[in-house]
T-cell receptor, first 113, second 112 residues
Framework: EADIYQTPRYLVIGTGKKITLECSQTMGHDKMYWYQQDPGMELHLIHYSYGVNSTEKGDLSSESTVSRIRTEHFPLTLESARPSHTSQYLC????????????FGQGTRLTVV | DAKTTQPNSMESNEEEPVHLPCNHSTISGTDYIHWYRQLPSQGPEYVIHGLTSNVNNRMASLAIAEDRKSSTLILHRATLRDAAVYYCILREAHSGTYKYIFGTGTRLKVLA
């Protein structure tokens, strides 16, 4: 079973609020990722990190920001939530080497009203 | 970024084999072919991966064409729990990390 956790699982929040989605993994993986997925649609990479203090923007532009202060923790923050941010956010981690697999969290389903 | 092409949906009867195709004509020599599946309301989970040779594990088999421009995920006996969206992904090396670029995937429906 994957040791990667996302909290909260579901979040309904008002417009303009600041929110942080948590992602933690206990596998010591250096590489971590955030994806955004609308219902029935594909996953889009919005942020990734290949270690502490390194973060990069993904292929889909996002108003969210991320930080990587500790290996096991990769939180995503929205400074001012808007209805257009309503989506599912999935976190993943990947170990070293080419012959490894990525582990995904259960996701956070965010609704901004 | 290298892309993959998969049929939008497929159907299978329970207990029968399923062959899920994937085209990746722009694959480079260092790209691994990964398959993940996403069950309803879940994050994706790893199924299988390979580079050049066919691969088998407890979940599935992966058949890779000799020119590596296509591959097929084989579920030997589909069950209702295999109903999911199956993603074929090329794992690219980029800037010291590896980016997983997801396509639209194939939605597999398993009929009882």
């Amino acid at each position: 079973e994957a040791d990667i956790y996302q909290t909260p699982r579901y979040l309904v929040i008002g417009t303009g609020k600041k929110i942080t989605l948590e992602c933690s993994q206990t596998m010591g993986h250096d590489k971590m990722y955030w994806y955004q997925q609308d219902p029935g649609m594909e996953l889009h990479l919005i942020h990734y990190s290949y270690g502490v203090n390194s973060t990069e923007k993904g292929d889909l532009s996002s108003e969210s920001t991320v930080s990587r202060i500790r290996t096991e923790h990769f939180p995503l923050t929205l400074e001012s939530a808007r209805p257009s941010h309503t989506s599912q956010y999935l976190c993943a981690s990947l170990g070293a080497g080419m012959n490894t697999e990525a582990f995904f969290g259960q996701g956070t389903r965010l609704t901004v009203v | 970024d290298a892309k993959t092409t998969q049929p939008n949906s497929m159907e299978s009867n329970e207990e029968e084999p399923v062959h899920l195709p994937c085209n990746h004509s722009t694959i480079s020599g260092t790209d691994y072919i990964h398959w993940y599946r996403q069950l309803p309301s879940q994050g994706p989970e790893y199924v299988i991966h390979g580079l050049t040779s066919n691969v088998n594990n407890r979940m599935a088999s992966l058949a890779i064409a000799e020119d590596r421009k296509s591959s097929t995920l084989i579920l030997h006996r589909a069950t209702l729990r295999d109903a999911a969206v199956y993603y074929c992904i090329l794992r690219e090396a980029h800037s010291g990390t590896y980016k997983y670029i997801f396509g639209t995937g194939t939605r597999l429906k398993v009929l009882a």
